[in-house]
């Protein structure tokens, strides 16, 4: 079973911003679609930001704006910028493969007001 694995979570105050990476070893990332989910306490997970193996993005409407998906096929990498944070963006966020169905473990973002 494939692993993602994912770094760069941590408690920022909100306002401020926060980069996740995402390396995904072992497997053809090139031709992969990546998606970056969250899960905040009580909620159903949802997708917040996708690319596809060409580069074009997509978000959903709440973070639209402020958070950037980028990819380097070279280190099997993706990452998600995100700024301006807001408390309501605290969640567990997961790196997804969604050509394999290959998913991170999580790793946890926390915003405080």
């Known amino acids: 079973q494939v692993r993602l694995v994912e770094s760069g979570g941590g408690l920022v105050q909100a306002g401020e911003s926060l980069s996740l990476s995402c390396v995904a070893p072992?497997?053809?990332?090139?031709?992969?679609?990546m998606g970056w989910h969250r899960q905040a306490p009580g909620k159903q997970r949802e997708l917040v930001a996708s690319?596809?193996?060409?580069?074009?993005?997509n978000y959903v409407d709440a973070v639209k704006g402020r958070f950037t998906i980028s990819r380097d096929n070279a280190k099997n990498t993706v990452y998600l910028q995100m700024d301006s944070l807001k408390p309501d963006d605290t969640a567990v966020y997961y790196c997804n493969d969604q050509l394999h169905d290959y998913w991170g473990k999580g790793i946890l973002v926390t915003v405080s007001s």
């Open positions: 072992g497997i053809t990332f090139r031709f992969a679609p």
């Open positions: 690319i596809t193996s060409s580069g074009t993005t």
